[in-house]
């Protein structure tokens, strides 16, 4: 069975940062597409990093330079680093996979999701 599970969130100061993690199981995270999402309340669901079989990567311009997607293939396990938070960086993340080599962002092609994490950035 194909899980998802996210750890790392929590409380940060605006310019602070955090390392958030998925751990994967049922599936080895470089054989399918895995990717982190992440929704404020009354937004929708937004892509923000992805990380395909292959190691190739494709990221949202809004987190540019900010965030980074990392993998480890031995830990079976794809982290989010993110740097220079803003308030409005406060979400729940979600990592997301699929069994497709495509890196797309597209949160409705993803089947796999886990429970998520709540980051919130406040002084």
């Known amino acids: 069975q194909l899980q998802l599970v996210e750890s790392g969130g929590g409380l940060v100061q605006p310019g602070g940062s955090l390392r958030l993690s998925c751990a994967a199981s049922g599936f080895t995270v470089d054989s399918y597409t895995v990717a982190w999402f992440r929704q404020a309340p009354g937004k929708e669901r937004e892509g923000l990093w992805v990380?395909?079989?292959?190691?190739?990567?494709n990221y949202a311009n809004s987190v540019e330079g900010r965030f980074t997607i990392s993998r480890d293939n031995a830990k079976n396990m794809v982290y989010l680093q993110m740097n220079s938070l803003k308030p409005e960086d406060a979400a729940v993340y979600y990592c997301a996979a699929r069994n497709h080599p495509d890196y797309s962002l597209q949160a409705r092609l993803y089947d796999n999701w886990g429970q998520g994490t709540r980051v919130t950035v406040s002084s």
């Open positions: 990380i395909n079989p292959n190691g190739g990567t």
